[in-house]
């Protein structure tokens, strides 16, 4: 059975949820995470920025931007040094301004993704995958790319099905 490892960036507290902003106990992408994690055993890495971004939604998002602008690495509190035992990676994060959080790249960059599965995954409020397909072609050189999946981040909680059919059909 294939080995799988799910990378992922998740927000808690201050969230954009249907049309309004609404205070997570858990993040979306890490209710999608565990999911994934549960439905084939996969282990979990979550990417933690040591300066954590603004607790206000609003302000968060703009410096999400300027990540963006400035093609920033924010410098993360670990790193995972080597994906050598794993054959499929997802990663996982929200949608940010059509991408994944800036904090994913700085550990994507830091791998070895020969002959490795990419499994884009998206946590939104419409934007689905966005460019998070095209963003692993970039980051995770000599990797194959596989199918994505995008969960409505309102609907996160009540999204175990999706998720596990998903992983089991192209994870396993």
């Known amino acids: 059975m294939a ?14 949820v249907n049309g309004g902003i609404r205070n997570l106990k858990k993040g979306n992408t890490e209710i999608v995470a565990e999911f994934i994690a549960d439905a084939v055993g996969a282990d979990l890495f979550e990417v933690e920025t040591v300066r954590t ?29 080597s994906i050598e035992q794993y054959d499929n990676i997802v990663v996982a994060g929200p949608c940010w301004w059509g991408t994944y959080p ?43 790319v596989g199918n994505g999946l995008a969960v409505h981040g ?7 099905g999706a998720v596990e059919k998903w992983a089991k059909t192209n994870l396993m």
Do not use: W
């Not at 080995?3 to 954009?16: D, E, F, H, M, T």
């Not at 206000?56 to 670990?78: F, S």
């Not at 993704?113 to 934007?127: A, D, I, L, N, R």
């Not at 309102?154 to 175990?160: E, G, I, L, P, V």
């Open 154 to 160: 309102a609907d996160a909680a009540n999204s175990r």
């Open 53 to 81: 971004y603004n607790e206000d939604y609003m302000v968060c998002i703009e410096e999400a931007k300027e990540d963006m602008r400035e093609n920033a690495r924010p410098e993360l509190k670990k790193y995972l040094d």
């Open 102 to 144: 800036y904090a994913i790249f700085t550990q994507l960059e830091k791998l070895d993704f020969s002959g490795k599965k990419v499994f884009p995954v998206m946590t939104h409020e419409g934007s689905g995958l966005a460019g998070s397909a095209q963003a692993l072609k970039k980051y995770c050189k000599g990797a194959v």
């Open 3 to 16: 080995k799988s490892l799910v990378i992922y960036y998740s927000r808690k507290g201050n969230n954009y």
